[in-house]
């Protein structure tokens, strides 16, 4: 007897009884709905988390000036200024898996044009800038070493400062910004880059010379550097490496014993863009987890089905035995029923699952990408489950004796 | 192997356990089937005469004793080999039927070949040609539910003659039909009988078993009578 004709059987069977197929189905189908779609959405999650953290630049480290300690009241980091515009000179020329470092000045200040004001934060940087951030200009140019040197006062406005003092989609470049009171020059405005991964918004700020921050707007303390640095190494796999070199180097550069704590501290993006995908990974995989179990109760909801199926149908397995039928056709019979049943529930499943993954995709705005290995795997294990949970009935179909079945009421 | 019997049993016992009650179906048989017989074995209900067709028809296994098969031993085999002899060397027709519900009269037929890995084209081809034998060429797209107890009884004959089996093993045939459907079927039993087929009917009526050349009668899992007598002719009857 040919596979061809056995499925053949198995599936006029099953549409002899549409409805209860329908439902039976139902389990699968919703169980891979589920696995597929929860996926799919954990897939663009991550994708999400990456792009947002390759928006902040490749290979960024951050180093942080270190704590204050006031009466046993320890400051965080960045609480007393330690880093010094020696050490960021340091680090340019003797770390060589650095490929940038800059200084970034920050402090919050309040800017005005003719007509409106706002407060943002002001950032006191050289024109690596650009490079560290993997950011551009839309409009106008950044400005350069040479305005650097001279502490020349320009400013580069991120998108949202220009929205609240010169309105939406206008063109401030060559106008007056007043930072601390002090009158700026607009060479340039960046481009819009969105939320950063901590939920601040990137584009509220404005950029100037790092000269001018110091004379202008920082006020006291030159040696140190009132902010942090911002390092990129080489290549991703230099960032470990080049964290090691800066930390030694600072250490030494402090004169701080072996066994004293740090007056710094490095960070790097990468270790906390992974902590973030891991959290969104392990998110996903229960949220898998959570709909194959789901695709197990559809299972057992076939074998039940199949149960019930075989004991309507002793008669039949007792006439086809008596005609000929060896076990081994039963069995096949009724594993093909409910394999039949589970894998077209996956093939439903997977279609609804797409679809629903795509639509959430676009209310979310997130790429959504299903992997062919999602649809492959999830129609493998629903195939897995109508065996495995066919089995049973199927076995307990071949086992029965021919006129027993005959004789079954 | 051709001079060895049909079926040959000797000294075949069957015992059922019912709870801690041993029955006693069978209880030392000797029968034999010679090819182009027609057999009706008779007997009150409990006599064992349904057992002794079970176990003819390789439906169950003896508890002791043999039984030669063509001239094989096939008191021993296992379910797999007896499915393969009841596909190839017999044939079933039961009271009830029990032909596949909502599924055609031809496709009920070809059901044994199916088991048997004849292709499809043949498959349709024998199947049609065994409801034209049996009369029904005309109904082979009806499903049961659409023909009448003596169609349906032919089509479950037309299923048991489409493997072109030794023998057709009948249990109560005429137990769900009226006279004259039961007349009618007889009559083509006999038809088949007389192209050289080999019947064993199981009857507990009497008017059933006067169109069988032999009659065996049972009492108590044992054979009481086995005798040998004019057939009625069956057409005649349904003539008249």
Known sequence: ?409 | MHDAPLVRLEQVTKIYRMGDVEVGALRGVDFTLERGEFVAVMGASGSGKSTLMQIVGCLDGPTSGRYWLEGRDVSSLGANALAEVRNTTLGFVFQSFNLLARTSAVENVELPMLYAGVGARERRRRALEALDQVGLSSRAHHHPNQLSGGQQQRVAIARAIVGRPRVILADEPTGNLDSQSSVEIMQLFQTLGANGMTVMLVTHEPDIAQFAARVVVMRDGLIKTDTRQTPKAAHAEAAS
């Open chain 1, 1 to 409: 007897m040919s596979p061809f004709d056995t499925l053949r059987i198995a599936v006029r069977a099953l549409l002899r009884n549409k409805l209860r197929s329908f439902l039976t189905t139902l389990g699968i189908i919703i169980g891979v709905f589920a696995v597929i779609s929860m996926v799919a959405v954990g897939e663009g999650a991550k994708a999400q988390v990456e792009k947002t953290f390759a928006s902040m630049g490749s290979n960024i480290i951050v180093v942080l000036p270190g704590t204050s300690s006031r009466g046993g009241a320890m400051g965080g980091f960045g609480s007393m200024p330690t880093l010094t515009w020696d050490d960021l000179a340091a680090i340019r020329s003797e770390v060589p898996t650095v490929r940038s470092a800059v200084a970034m000045l920050s402090a919050m200040a309040q800017v005005q044009s003719d007509e409106d004001n706002w407060t943002t934060r002001v950032q006191g940087t050289s024109p690596e800038f650009l490079d560290v951030r993997s950011w551009k200009v839309e409009a106008g140019v950044f400005f350069t070493q040479s305005d650097v040197d001279v502490g020349a006062k320009v400013a580069v406005l991120g998108r949202t400062v220009v929205d609240k003092l010169y309105g939406e989609s206008a063109d401030p470049i060559g106008q007056s910004v007043r930072i601390k009171g002090v009158p700026f020059q607009i060479v340039g405005v960046l481009e819009r880059k969105g939320q950063s991964a901590m939920g601040q918004d990137n584009d509220d700020t404005v950029v100037v010379p790092q000269s001018t921050f110091q004379s202008k707007i920082q006020g006291g303390l030159q040696k140190y550097i009132p902010g942090m640095i911002m390092v990129s190494a080489v290549d991703a796999d230099a960032t470990k490496r080049a964290q090691t070199q800066m930390a030694n180097l600072l250490r030494d550069r402090h004169h701080i014993e072996p066994g004293m704590d740090d007056d710094f501290s490095i960070r790097n993006l990468a270790e906390m863009a992974s902590a973030v995908e891991a959290g969104t990974a392990a998110i996903t995989s229960l949220l898998a987890s959570i709909a194959a179990v789901s695709l197990i109760v559809g299972g057992i909801g076939i074998m039940n089905i199949m149960l019930v199926s075989v004991t309507e149908r002793t008669r039949e397995i007792g006439l086809r035995m008596a005609v000929g039928a060896k076990p081994r056709h039963i069995l096949l019979q009724f594993l093909f029923e409910s394999l039949a049943l589970s894998t077209a529930g996956g093939i439903v499943g997977i279609a609804a699952g797409v679809v629903t993954a795509s639509k959430l995709g676009d209310a979310f705005g997130w790429t959504i990408t299903i992997r062919p290995e999602t649809v492959v795997l999830a129609v493998g294990f629903s195939g897995l489950v109508g065996v495995v949970f066919g089995i049973f009935p199927a076995r307990k179909a071949s086992k029965l004796q021919p006129i027993a079945a005959l004789r079954y009421e």
